[in-house]
């Protein structure tokens, strides 16, 4: 088992059009390393120049946030799904 | 003639044409309608604008929409309520309700982005529509789709009201009620989103409904005489209203169509108010935080619960930007703003303009405002569609007999006796 990835629909031009990559246990930081060497391009769309996650993009491990868990440095497990959700959606 | 010349990210700038998308592909920041403004400069006049339609509609010029409304073409123009009792209980000459909790069809300031999100749905060839919503984004979702012949699905937290519940349903919308916050069923729609080819009205569609807001502004300006007001508290969820408001007066000064402006700009503060148990955006504001910090709302004030806001930056910025302030009050105080607004102005709201008016109340007592100054109050829901907020909290009735004694008894009894 792995880690899965939801890629949101503007990221999915990066991963081929892939809506669910897998990648290996570690953390945020690790998975967004790992992204970038199999996904050319992907690494810019994930953090900025100071090489901060984005504040646009809102990440989740199994459904929670991940600035309520460890922010970068939150554990991915085997079998843990991780969703990238573009932060600029909804209001009431 | 396109008055649209398509939309640009508001954080990086690259520009987009016209098309059903909320985010930019290159940094994942907003994308915001972009006006010709050469088009419109020196041509958009206050005579054209009064003679339009009496609703949002009369500033049809400077929303993003090409041809003319298809649903919800009496939304808006509501009542600008010279507030004179609440203003005298805090020292204040100028103090107004801008009375949203009458907006037509369904009672909520959301009717006027439910009214452009539509009508632009149809312009993309939708047929169905959907949303993430607290209550009353739900009501004018529904209410509008059924008025224009769309499916809608409307997406819930499963601890809403009884009035926001029923008030989607007869409309005969798909409500789904999802076990989780808000911010949840934000995530899962937002994970959704296109999945299924809806106009998400909040998603997809977000840049086009976000511009409703816009008319919020327009109407206060015009309903002033052509005035941008000192100051204006609005509420907030997702950070938008607000945002929006200060843009709306921001065009209109750019139009030249302000009393009150120049080029030096408008003079109104914009005041972000937020419930205790769900204050990201004002707990940034009033601590200083550069960016807001999530939060897992607890509050009676579920329409503006959102602990993850979407325009939470922007909204921050536009409080900074326009020198205002911040404040939360809590439920305690929710539930007396709602009383006090009932008992000054005999306008009932729904916990969210609760929210407001203690606040106002608040920053009020701080010194704020100016004696003269004109505030306004945004009023933005009914209070009808939230009574289980004040349920037991406003006193009770007297029970008398059909008769003569019973009521000349009832009438000796102490609460009573002031009124004789
Ligand atoms: C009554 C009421 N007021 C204010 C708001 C806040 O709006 P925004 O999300 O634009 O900040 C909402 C959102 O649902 C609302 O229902
Ligand atoms: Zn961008």
């Known amino acids: 088992m792995a880690v899965s990835v939801l890629i949101p629909t503007p990221m999915r031009k990066q ?44 990440f989740y491990v199994n459904e929670e946030d ?6 970068k440095e939150t554990p991915l497990n085997d079998g843990d799904t991780v969703s990238i959700v573009p932060a600029i959606a909804g209001g009431c | 003639m396109p008055k649209v010349l ?26 915001e309608v972009l006006l010709d403004w050469e088009l419109l400069e020196g041509k958009l006049t206050r005579e054209k604008i009064e003679k339009g339609p009496k609703s949002m509609w009369r500033y049809w010029d400077l929303l993003p929409v090409e041809g003319p409304p298809t649903v919800g073409r009496n939304v808006g123009f509501t009542p600008l309520v010279k507030a004179e009792r609440l203003g005298r209980e805090f020292g204040l000459k100028n103090v107004y309700v801008k009375n949203d909790a009458v907006n037509h069809p369904t009672l909520s300031f959301k009717d006027r982005v439910v009214a452009l999100a539509l009508t632009k749905a149809r312009e993309f060839g939708y047929e169905t529509v959907a949303c993430a919503s607290t209550g009353n984004l739900a009501n004018s979702v529904a209410a509008h789709a059924a008025e224009g012949g769309f499916h809608s699905y ?36 937002a994970e959704a989103g296109d999945k299924y080819g809806w106009g998400f009205v909040n998603i997809n569609l977000r840049p086009y409904y976000g511009d409703g807001s816009k008319t919020f502004g ?53 005041y972000a108010a937020q419930a205790k148990g769900c204050s990201p955006i004002t707990t940034a504001i009033k601590e200083k935080y550069e960016i ?16 993850n806001p979407a325009d939470g930056h922007i909204a921050i910025e536009t409080v900074r930007k326009s020198g205002g302030w911040a404040e939360d009050v809590t439920d305690e105080e929710v539930v007396e703003g709602i009383r006090l607004l009932g008992r000054t102005e005999g306008i009932f709201t729904e916990t969210a303009g609760g929210v407001t008016t203690a606040v106002f109340k608040k920053l009020a007592e701080q010194g704020h405002f100016g004696e003269n100054e004109t505030v306004v109050i945004s009023i933005t829901g009914n209070g009808l569609k939230t009574i289980e907020a004040v349920a037991g909290k406003l006193g009770s009735t007297v029970h008398i007999q059909p008769n003569l ?16």
Request: with cysteine; hydrophobic share 35%; net charge negative.
């Open chain 2, 218 to 270: 327009y109407e206060i300006a015009e309903q002033l005489g052509w005035k941008a007001p000192d100051h204006i508290v609005t509420p907030c969820a997702g950070g938008s209203l607000i945002s929006k408001t200060y843009k709306g007066l921001n065009e209109l000064n750019r139009l030249g169509l302000l009393e009150n402006g120049g080029t030096e700009g408008i003079p109104t503060k914009m």
């Open chain 1, 15 to 58: 991963t081929n059009e892939q809506d669910t990559v897998e990648v290996n246990p570690g953390t945020i930081a690790t998975m967004v390393k790992e992204l970038a060497a199999q996904y050319p391009g992907i690494e810019k769309r994930l953090v900025d120049d100071q090489g901060e996650l984005r504040r646009f993009i809102n």
């Open chain 2, 6 to 31: 398509g939309m640009r990210c508001r954080e990086c700038g690259e520009e987009y044409p016209m098309n059903p998308i909320h985010v930019c592909e290159l940094c994942f920041g907003p994308l």
């Open chain 2, 154 to 189: 409307i997406f819930i937290p499963d601890n809403l009201e009884q009035g926001k519940v029923i008030g989607t349903l007869v409309y005969g919308a798909n409500v789904l009620a999802v076990s989780g916050n808000y911010d949840e069923v934000n995530r899962l729609c």
């Open chain 2, 405 to 420: 004694a019973s009521l000349a008894e009832a009438l000796q009894t102490e609460k009573l006796l002031a009124t004789v």
């Open chain 2, 292 to 307: 807001f910090r999530p939060q897992k709302p607890n509050t009676i004030a579920k329409s503006i619960a959102i602990g």
């Open chain 1, 66 to 71: 991940i600035r309520f868990l460890e922010g």
